[in-house]
Protein backbone atom coordinates (compact mmCIF):
# COMPACT_ATOMS: atom_id res chain seq x y z
CA UNK A 1 0.00 0.00 0.00
CA UNK A 2 1.62 3.40 -0.86
CA UNK A 3 1.07 6.19 1.63
CA UNK A 4 0.33 9.97 1.60
CA UNK A 5 3.99 10.23 3.36
CA UNK A 6 5.20 8.42 0.30
CA UNK A 7 4.25 10.85 -2.51
CA UNK A 8 5.27 13.77 -0.58
CA UNK A 9 8.80 12.16 -0.06
CA UNK A 10 9.17 12.04 -3.29
CA UNK A 11 7.85 15.44 -3.94
CA UNK A 12 10.56 16.59 -1.82
CA UNK A 13 13.02 16.09 -4.73
CA UNK A 14 10.88 18.76 -6.83
CA UNK A 15 12.98 21.77 -6.88
CA UNK A 16 11.30 25.20 -7.81
CA UNK A 17 13.58 26.37 -10.08
CA UNK A 18 13.46 30.18 -9.82
CA UNK A 19 13.56 30.08 -5.40
CA UNK A 20 15.93 26.52 -5.58
CA UNK A 21 13.24 25.37 -2.42
CA UNK A 22 11.85 22.00 -2.96
CA UNK A 23 8.01 22.37 -3.94
CA UNK A 24 6.58 20.76 -0.68
CA UNK A 25 7.96 23.34 1.38
CA UNK A 26 6.96 26.39 -0.34
CA UNK A 27 3.37 25.10 0.24
CA UNK A 28 2.80 24.28 -3.80
CA UNK A 29 1.12 20.69 -3.30
CA UNK A 30 -2.72 21.46 -2.88
CA UNK A 31 -3.92 17.46 -2.88
CA UNK A 32 -3.15 14.13 -3.33
CA UNK A 33 -5.24 11.20 -4.19
CA UNK A 34 -3.78 7.52 -4.73
CA UNK A 35 -5.93 4.82 -6.06
CA UNK A 36 -4.44 1.20 -6.02
CA UNK A 37 -7.19 -0.60 -7.52
CA UNK A 38 -9.19 -1.00 -10.65
CA UNK A 39 -8.25 -0.24 -13.97
CA UNK A 40 -8.34 3.42 -12.80
CA UNK A 41 -5.35 2.91 -10.19
CA UNK A 42 -3.26 6.12 -10.43
CA UNK A 43 -2.28 9.06 -8.12
CA UNK A 44 -3.51 12.41 -9.16
CA UNK A 45 -1.48 15.40 -7.50
CA UNK A 46 -3.25 18.85 -7.41
CA UNK A 47 -0.85 21.84 -7.24
CA UNK A 48 -0.18 25.13 -7.78
CA UNK A 49 2.82 27.57 -8.71
CA UNK A 50 3.55 30.66 -6.88
CA UNK A 51 2.05 33.20 -9.34
CA UNK A 52 -0.18 33.23 -12.64
CA UNK A 53 2.52 32.58 -15.45
CA UNK A 54 5.04 31.24 -13.68
CA UNK A 55 6.91 30.01 -16.57
CA UNK A 56 8.81 26.93 -14.47
CA UNK A 57 5.18 25.08 -14.36
CA UNK A 58 5.36 23.06 -17.54
CA UNK A 59 9.11 21.73 -16.02
CA UNK A 60 7.28 21.31 -12.39
CA UNK A 61 4.48 19.23 -13.66
CA UNK A 62 6.59 17.13 -15.61
CA UNK A 63 8.86 16.82 -12.19
CA UNK A 64 5.84 15.56 -10.43
CA UNK A 65 4.98 12.73 -12.60
CA UNK A 66 8.51 11.37 -12.85
CA UNK A 67 9.29 11.56 -9.15
CA UNK A 68 6.59 10.26 -8.38
CA UNK A 69 6.37 7.83 -10.86
CA UNK A 70 9.38 6.35 -10.04
CA UNK A 71 8.92 6.39 -6.40
CA UNK A 72 5.49 4.50 -6.60
CA UNK A 73 5.36 2.85 -9.97
CA UNK A 74 2.01 3.84 -10.45
CA UNK A 75 0.25 6.36 -13.03
CA UNK A 76 0.67 9.90 -11.90
CA UNK A 77 -1.05 13.09 -13.14
CA UNK A 78 -0.86 16.38 -11.78
CA UNK A 79 -2.96 19.03 -12.62
CA UNK A 80 -1.92 22.53 -11.67
CA UNK A 81 -4.85 24.46 -10.30
CA UNK A 82 -5.25 28.22 -8.75
CA UNK A 83 -7.58 28.43 -6.14
CA UNK A 84 -6.73 29.13 -3.26
CA UNK A 85 -3.90 31.36 -4.31
CA UNK A 86 -0.90 30.30 -3.45
CA UNK A 87 0.49 32.91 -0.63
CA UNK A 88 3.32 33.08 1.45
CA UNK A 89 1.29 31.40 4.21
CA UNK A 90 1.64 28.01 2.53
CA UNK A 91 5.66 27.81 2.96
CA UNK A 92 7.07 25.88 5.92
CA UNK A 93 8.73 27.32 8.79
CA UNK A 94 12.00 26.78 6.75
CA UNK A 95 11.22 27.76 3.30
CA UNK A 96 10.75 31.10 5.36
CA UNK A 97 13.48 31.37 6.95
CA UNK A 98 15.52 29.90 3.77
CA UNK A 99 14.03 33.24 1.57
CA UNK A 100 14.05 35.45 4.78
CA UNK A 101 10.72 36.21 5.61
CA UNK A 102 9.82 35.72 9.14
CA UNK A 103 8.54 32.83 10.79
Do not use: K
Not at 4 to 9: F, I, N, P, Q
Not at 39 to 55: A, E, H, K, V, W
Amino acid sequence: MIHESTVLDALMDVIDPELGINIVDLGLIYGIEIDEEGDDRGISIQFTLTYPGCPVGDLIQSEIVRVVTEATGLPVGATIIWNPPWNMERMSEAARLELGYPI
